[in-house]
């Protein structure tokens, strides 16, 4: 099916089914009264959170649906069949927002968590309910309401707990793999990874925590140029981030002018993904020459920043055991804090 995080989609509840106009006939009742029954109600539509689902890519060959009709009452008082009620499934993170407005309607964060879409219409009404001293022989009955129209925006945004982000091939995929139990596309040219990834990572003491790692940013990907800018909101729900730095970065300044790149795209993205609590992972460390970059120097220019780096080669599993341990330190202080 492929990666898909957003889509519009249009519905249509299902129309009520009218009255009937029918009249009681039987051998020995020669006047008998009106005996129309109701329509039956149309299909409404609704959408409901799954943990079966990951994407939307389910949508992407269909992006129209309707709900049936209601029957229509038939005679002897009898109510016609209600439609079924229309069900489409997203998976947990789902936004559902107002096509034409953009009014966010609902975020779905729970598994079975629903939302009523559009209502079908009601059934309409027998001759039988028109029945009065005045007119006991009503040859009319009600047409059923109409179903609702209208186009819904669905936007995913994962729920995962740790977000990795990074420059394209600065070792996030590796990382990722490194950390948990997911084995992205792997690859030494940049943007190997052109759809977000999702690992989990295990604990001896403590729950897991979901990892997703979105593709490489460059400079102006907040304003659409590269692939992350499509896929920051996957970051927006994370607690902590992980700045993967690469230290052959070939910037004859540097390694900073990366760190505060990814600072000013998210910020200019969204600034509270600034608020979040981060650690910057020096990354490819088994390729490190001190004669192109001085460590010490490096490790204080951040440290001035505010953050301390944790040296590490993910394509070697070197500095894996002590960023986890960072990772569930600052977890856990958060938890506790908040």
């Given at each position: 099916?492929?990666?898909?995080?957003?889509?519009?989609?249009?519905?249509?509840?299902?129309?009520?089914?009218?009255?009937?106009v029918?009249?009681?006939?039987?051998?020995?009742?020669?006047?008998?009264?009106?005996?129309?029954?109701?329509?039956?109600?149309?299909?409404?539509?609704?959408?409901?959170?799954?943990?079966?689902?990951?994407?939307?890519?389910?949508?992407?060959?269909?992006?129209q649906?309707?709900?049936?009709?209601?029957?229509?009452?038939?005679?002897?008082?009898?109510?016609?069949?209600?439609?079924?009620?229309?069900?489409?499934?997203?998976?947990?993170?789902?936004?559902?927002?107002?096509?034409?407005?953009?009014?966010?309607?609902?975020?779905?964060?729970?598994?079975?968590?629903?939302?009523?879409?559009?209502?079908?219409?009601?059934?309409g009404?027998?001759?039988?309910?028109?029945?009065?001293?005045?007119?006991?022989?009503?040859?009319?009955?009600?047409?059923?309401?109409?179903?609702?129209?209208?186009?819904f925006?669905?936007?995913?945004?994962?729920?995962?707990?740790?977000?990795?982000?990074?420059?394209?091939?600065?070792?996030?995929?590796?990382?990722?793999?490194?950390?948990?139990?997911?084995?992205?596309?792997?690859?030494?040219?940049?943007?190997?990874?052109?759809?977000?990834?999702?690992?989990v990572?295990?604990?001896?003491?403590?729950?897991?925590?979901?990892i997703?790692?979105?593709?490489?940013?460059?400079?102006?990907?907040?304003?659409?140029?590269?692939?992350?800018?499509?896929?920051?909101?996957?970051?927006?729900?994370?607690?902590?981030?992980?700045?993967?730095?690469?230290?052959?970065?070939?910037?004859?300044?540097?390694?900073?002018?990366?760190?505060?790149?990814?600072?000013?795209?998210?910020?200019?993205?969204?600034?509270?993904?600034?608020?979040?609590?981060?650690?910057?992972?020096?990354?490819?460390?088994?390729?490190?020459?001190?004669?192109?970059?001085?460590?010490?120097?490096?490790?204080?220019?951040?440290?001035?920043?505010?953050?301390?780096?944790?040296?590490?080669?993910?394509?070697?599993?070197?500095?894996?055991?002590?960023?986890?341990?960072?990772?569930?330190?600052?977890?856990?202080?958060?938890?506790?804090?908040s």
């Open positions: 099916m492929g990666f898909l995080d957003e889509i519009v989609i249009t519905t249509r509840s299902g129309d009520g089914g009218r009255g009937c029918s009249f009681r006939r039987e051998k020995y009742v020669p006047k008998g009264g009106p005996d129309g029954g109701d329509g039956g109600h149309g299909g409404n539509i609704a959408v409901r959170a799954t943990k079966r689902l990951f994407t939307l890519g389910h949508y992407k060959a269909r992006r649906f309707a709900a049936r009709n209601g029957q229509p009452g038939r005679g002897s008082n009898q109510t016609g069949k209600s439609a079924p009620d229309l069900v489409l499934e997203v998976p947990l993170g789902t936004v559902v927002q107002h096509a034409d407005t953009d009014k966010m309607l609902v975020d779905l964060v729970r598994d079975d968590q629903a939302y009523l879409l559009v209502r079908g219409g009601k059934g009404k027998g001759n039988q309910h028109f029945a009065t001293a005045v007119n006991r022989a009503p040859r009319y009955a009600q047409k059923g309401v109409p179903g609702e129209s209208a186009s925006r669905l936007s995913l945004k994962f729920l995962a707990d740790i977000g990795i982000i990074g420059l394209p091939n600065a070792g996030k995929s590796t990382l990722l793999s490194r950390l948990s139990t997911a084995r992205p596309k792997v690859n030494s040219y940049p943007f190997t990874t052109l759809v977000p990834n999702l690992g990572m295990t604990f001896d003491i403590h729950e897991p925590l979901v997703a790692d979105i593709p490489g940013l460059i400079d102006g990907a907040s304003l659409g140029k590269g692939l992350g800018h499509r896929f920051l909101k996957h970051i927006e729900r994370t607690k902590l981030l992980l700045h993967v730095l690469d230290i052959t970065y070939s910037s004859q300044e540097d390694i900073l002018e990366d760190y505060c790149m990814l600072r000013r795209e998210m910020s200019a993205f969204n600034q509270t993904l600034l608020e979040k609590p981060s650690l910057v992972v020096i990354n490819k460390m088994d390729l490190y020459d001190s004669g192109c970059r001085d460590r010490d120097i490096l490790a204080e220019r951040l440290k001035a920043s505010g953050t301390s780096p944790i040296w590490a080669s993910a394509l070697r599993g070197q500095g894996i055991r002590e960023l986890k341990e960072a990772i569930l330190n600052i977890w856990t202080r958060e938890n506790e804090n």
